[in-house]
């Protein structure tokens, strides 16, 4: 999700979802840390968990729309958690380095809401159309 890497002395950190592994010379064997950052994981499979059993709940719209944004509001809450554990890092790991970059994985959380959207609009496109059809009854 996020490195910081000291190229003159290639020694850095990375940010994975479940924890942070610490880079140092190849000889060297550096303990991983673990929490907090194993919260981050925890919540992306609780989210993954409330967007599996929404898919599955086509017969209750409603339910899917609040499950919807239930899992918007935990999205951003676990981006809101990212940000503040990437911002402390920032500060504490190789205070000499200028600031770490971002990854790949750290891009998933918009596409996670760009999907959220989509679902929402097309839940909401559904809905619509069964409405419609009923009334033609």
Do not use: H
């Not at 880079?23 to 919260?39: D, K, W």
């Amino acid at each position: 999700i996020w490195a910081k890497i000291d190229p003159a002395s290639a020694q850095g950190y990375v940010l994975y979802a479940w924890y942070l592994q610490p880079l140092g010379p190849a000889n060297t064997s550096l303990p991983v840390v673990y929490m907090p950052f194993a919260l981050i994981g925890i919540l992306v499979t609780v989210s993954l968990g409330i967007a599996a059993y929404q898919t599955f709940r086509y017969d209750d719209r409603q339910l899917q729309l609040r499950l919807l944004a239930f899992n918007v509001i935990l999205l951003l809450g676990i981006a809101g958690l990212l940000m503040y554990l990437i911002t402390l890092q920032e500060r504490q790991i190789l205070p000499g380095v200028p600031g770490g970059q971002q990854q790949f994985g750290f891009l998933l959380f918009v596409v996670a809401g760009i999907c959220n959207l989509l679902a929402e609009y097309f839940i909401r496109k559904d809905e619509k159309l069964v409405s419609d059809s009923e009334r033609m009854r």
